[in-house]
């Protein structure tokens, strides 16, 4: 059974889960503006041609490049099928679509290492997470979102407000810490990053802290200091817990489109990036960026904005994002 398939098989049931046809609505309600630009014009597309020809595969590439899949991904996406379809003698427009979503769902599996997107807790001792990601992306809220839903969990959460050179970044999070009712370690305007890791280690060693998330810069103009500081922040963080950090997550504008992708190269370049947190997914039509950022970068996206509220940023579910973004509503 091909992807497609199973695909409208497996959600074609009502599912008794309360939290994932909730989860399911989510996705479904959040890339709506994406499925109406790429799922909706694959189907007109295929009903303009009853045999698929170049100038098939030319629109199609077209509709690819304009949901932000990338250049490259389109590309090779396109080359596999149409050697397939020659190979195969497939002619008709709508299997052709298939077999793209079935292509689509590999490359992401084969693109990087095994996909984990919920952070991994360590044993005995406060996990820690840094957060990084340029100004605007919903960098503070994606780390607020985070919180929450691990304080749901049961953990013992907390922040630490390291990027100490934007204005207002520390403000903010301390607003969301006192909205969350978790502790936080902050510093001074401009002071040392790595001297806010180092007291928000100690704090979490000493109260027992499950999650410390830490929020860092995000500036990209000088990735020499950018490395620096991060490296030093590594180091400190390390020297009071082991292996820290354990996770390290940028957050992307999903609305950015490309020039997301780009910020999340450039990023990749200084850091070990351990997973991609999208926001604003509901505000865009350029779903396919997440198969471009995966392809581009071998990095998983852990966690994906549907909506404005607290509970809106979900673990990304590849089947659900496919389904959402290709397929279309579920019937019940």
């Given at each position: 059974?091909?992807?497609?398939?199973?695909?409208?098989?497996?959600?074609?049931?009502?599912?008794?889960?309360?939290?994932?046809?909730?989860?399911?609505?989510?996705?479904?309600?959040?890339?709506?503006?994406?499925?109406?630009?790429?799922?909706?014009?694959?189907?007109?597309?295929?009903?303009?041609?009853?045999?698929?020809?170049?100038?098939?595969?030319?629109?199609?590439?077209?509709?690819?490049?304009?949901?932000?899949?990338?250049?490259?991904?389109?590309?090779?996406?396109?080359?596999?099928?149409?050697?397939?379809?020659?190979?195969?003698?497939?002619?008709?427009?709508?299997?052709?679509?298939?077999?793209?979503?079935?292509?689509?769902?590999?490359?992401?599996?084969?693109?990087?290492?095994?996909?984990?997107?919920?952070?991994?807790?360590?044993?005995?001792?406060?996990?820690?997470?840094?957060?990084?990601?340029?100004?605007?992306?919903?960098?503070?809220?994606?780390?607020?979102?985070?919180?929450?839903?691990?304080?749901?969990?049961?953990?013992?959460?907390?922040?630490?407000?390291?990027?100490?050179?934007?204005?207002?970044?520390?403000?903010?999070?301390?607003?969301?810490?006192?909205?969350?009712?978790?502790?936080?370690?902050?510093?001074?305007?401009?002071?040392?990053?790595?001297?806010?890791?180092?007291?928000?280690?100690?704090?979490?060693?000493?109260?027992?802290?499950?999650?410390?998330?830490?929020?860092?810069?995000?500036?990209?103009?000088?990735?020499?200091?950018?490395?620096?500081?991060?490296?030093?922040?590594?180091?400190?963080?390390?020297?009071?817990?082991?292996?820290?950090?354990?996770?390290?997550?940028?957050?992307?504008?999903?609305?950015?489109?490309?020039?997301?992708?780009?910020?999340?190269?450039?990023?990749?370049?200084?850091?070990?990036?351990?997973?991609?947190?999208?926001?604003?997914?509901?505000?865009?039509?350029?779903?396919?960026?997440?198969?471009?950022?995966r392809d581009e970068l071998g990095v998983p996206v852990r966690f994906i904005g549907l909506g404005e509220k607290m509970d809106d940023l979900e673990e990304f579910d590849l089947d659900e994002y496919l389904h959402a973004l290709l397929v279309g509503e579920r019937k019940e």
């Amino acid at each position: 059974m091909g992807l497609f398939a199973y695909l409208k098989n497996k959600f074609s049931k009502k599912k008794d889960d309360q939290k994932e046809q909730i989860t399911a609505e989510k996705y479904q309600k959040g890339l709506a503006k994406s499925r109406a630009a790429f799922a909706d014009r694959l189907e007109e597309l295929s009903k303009r041609y009853e045999k698929v020809n170049s100038d098939y595969f030319d629109e199609l590439e077209q509709i690819l490049i304009e949901a932000d899949v990338g250049v490259e991904l389109t590309l090779k996406l396109l080359d596999q099928l149409l050697s397939k379809s020659q190979k195969e003698n497939i002619s008709e427009p709508k299997r052709i679509n298939e077999e793209l979503i079935d292509m689509m769902f590999v490359d992401y599996l084969e693109s990087g290492d095994s996909i984990v997107n919920d952070v991994q807790f360590q044993e005995g001792q406060p996990t820690v997470l840094l957060v990084i990601g340029v100004n605007g992306v919903g960098k503070t809220t994606s780390i607020a979102k985070l919180a929450k839903r691990y304080q749901n969990q049961g953990k013992k959460v907390m922040l630490a407000a390291a990027d100490t050179f934007r204005a207002g970044a520390v403000e903010q999070l301390k607003i969301w810490a006192s909205r969350l009712d978790c502790p936080i370690v902050t510093g001074a305007e401009n002071s040392d990053p790595a001297s806010v890791c180092f007291d928000a280690a100690r704090y979490a060693k000493e109260h027992g802290i499950d999650l410390l998330i830490v929020d860092t810069a995000g500036r990209l103009q000088n990735k020499k200091n950018l490395m620096d500081e991060l490296a030093k922040m590594k180091r400190v963080l390390s020297r009071e817990i082991s292996n820290a950090p354990h996770e390290t997550f940028l957050v992307i504008d999903g609305t950015t489109g490309q020039n997301g992708v780009q910020q999340a190269i450039s990023f990749k370049e200084v850091v070990d990036l351990t997973g991609i947190v999208i926001t604003k997914m509901d505000g865009t039509s350029k779903g396919g960026i997440i198969l471009s950022i995966r392809d581009e970068l071998g990095v998983p996206v852990r966690f994906i904005g549907l909506g404005e509220k607290m509970d809106d940023l979900e673990e990304f579910d590849l089947d659900e994002y496919l389904h959402a973004l290709l397929v279309g509503e579920r019937k019940e």
